[in-house]
């Protein structure tokens, strides 16, 4: 990959910080937009932004085009059957939300059980939770071995009669570790039992194949992808998407209104109610231009690169070091601590050097739990860092360690 052709595409990163270049390891939260993206933002609110779905004229039929085009380029990128099964969301929290409230309902009865994940995000289980206040349904956690892999025996023995849904992140956007998605999906639909897949963290670095992981909810977030903010995309399959009633009520989203009765409209439209962000919706698929133009097993295995180098180094040269998640094949994302220093101490010096990397609880506070601890600090990694960023991560942490031991 010619990193700096990748990284002119990005103005950002030639910003200064304390009179610093800029070291951006957040990726995690959200990766930087490439100018690409960024200009169909700009094209879309100058030349063609009119409603879309509702226009006869030339304008708003150009706005509805560049939307469904976006649905198509998602249905292709991550091998949907139908662009039935694409549903434009807010992001995966909203993605993840449609599920719950819907396909929760539709499914679950007082004593029946669901299975997550002890690293899931706080988006695949606070949503659950609420509907389980109203429902009564148990929620079982897969717990994590000393790498932060899921045991997956425990995983087998939770499927029971009464055991109805699965809902499991693709990747850990703490421990970086990716999941054997496919194998849980079909040790589930073995029981009958459907499966969602929160993708947040495996969409920006694993080729995504909903039909080969046969999985039957997919999500993910267009802003952790290159992509634009306020976007994300809920795959669902069909059978279950025709089957479940709508989320949210509004325009676009019907046949027919009376005060007698209302239709829904066909999929996927049943599921996004209101004025979607159709600019956004359409710049993403110039995100996904941006990582199919390098492809996504170069771009993983150059951040691969990335994180072996980097923990490497933080192994040999930052004595009182703990990584958490060391799984095979993980994503690049270093997650620590060093000695007694505080997560948010490390942070904010670092900053002070130019070097932005999140600190805290990373909305996995059931995971920090069972870590025993309260917050780390995360390093993660996207196709435009380099190796001497991780140099300056290295030359900062040793100089913050130094400061604060
Ligand atoms: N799941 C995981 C694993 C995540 O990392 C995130 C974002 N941190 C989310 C869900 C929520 O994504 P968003 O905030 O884009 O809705």
Redesign the pocket.
């Known amino acids: 990959m010619d990193i700096d052709k990748i990284r002119s595409e990005f103005p950002i990163l030639g910003r200064q910080l304390y009179k610093r270049p800029l070291v951006y390891l957040d990726n ?2 959200t990766s930087q937009t490439p100018d690409r993206v960024v200009k169909a933002i700009v094209d879309g609110y100058t030349t063609t932004k009119a409603n879309v779905h509702r226009g006869v004229h030339t304008l708003s039929q150009e706005a509805t085009e560049l939307q469904e085009n976006a649905r198509r380029r998602v249905k292709e990128w991550i091998n949907a059957g139908s662009t039935s099964e694409i549903v434009f969301t ?5 993605a ?1 939300n449609l599920v719950v409230s819907s396909m929760g309902w539709m499914v679950l009865s007082e004593g029946d059980e669901i299975i997550l994940t002890v690293m899931e ?1 706080h ?2 289980i606070v949503p659950w939770q609420l509907l389980q206040q109203r429902i009564g349904f148990k929620i079982n956690v897969v717990p994590i071995d000393e790498c932060g892999q899921l045991k997956l025996d425990v995983y087998r023995s939770l499927f029971n009669e009464r055991t109805r849904l699965v809902s499991v ?1 693709h ?3 703490v421990l970086g570790t990716v999941n054997p998605v496919k194998e849980m999906i079909a040790e589930a639909h073995s029981h009958g039992v459907p499966v969602v897949i ?1 993708g ?2 495996a969409a920006p670095h694993i080729k995504i194949d909903v039909s080969d992981l046969d999985a039957d909810f997919y999500t993910f ?1 267009a ?2 992808m290159y992509g634009p903010t306020g976007v ?1 995309v809920l795959y669902g399959k069909e059978k279950w998407l025709e089957k479940m009633p709508p989320y949210q009520g509004g325009g676009e989203m019907i046949a027919s209104v009376s005060f007698e009765k209302t239709t829904f409209a066909d999929l996927p439209y049943k599921f996004e109610a209101g004025t979607p962000d159709f600019i956004g919706i359409s710049a993403l698929s110039k995100a996904i231009d941006f990582m199919d133009e390098l492809g996504v097993d170069n771009i993983a295995a150059h951040e691969h690169e990335l994180l072996d180098y980097t923990t490497r180094r933080m192994m040999d040269e930052i004595p009182g070091v703990r990584i958490f998640g060391t799984a095979p094949g993980k994503c690049a994302i270093i997650s620590f601590l060093v000695g007694d220093i505080h997560h948010y101490d490390m942070g904010m010096l670092l900053d002070k050097l130019g070097i932005a990397v999140r600190t805290g609880h990373h ?1 996995a506070q059931p995971l920090m739990h069972a870590l025993g601890v309260e917050g780390v600090v995360r390093a993660s990694f996207a196709a435009y860092n380099t190796k001497s960023e991780c140099d300056d991560f290295i030359a900062g942490l040793k100089r913050v360690t130094a400061i604060l031991s």
């Open positions: 995690t939260a807010r992001g995966t929290t909203e993840l995000h988006a695949n992140c990747a850990s956007n929160d947040a963290q977030s802003h952790k994300g909305c």
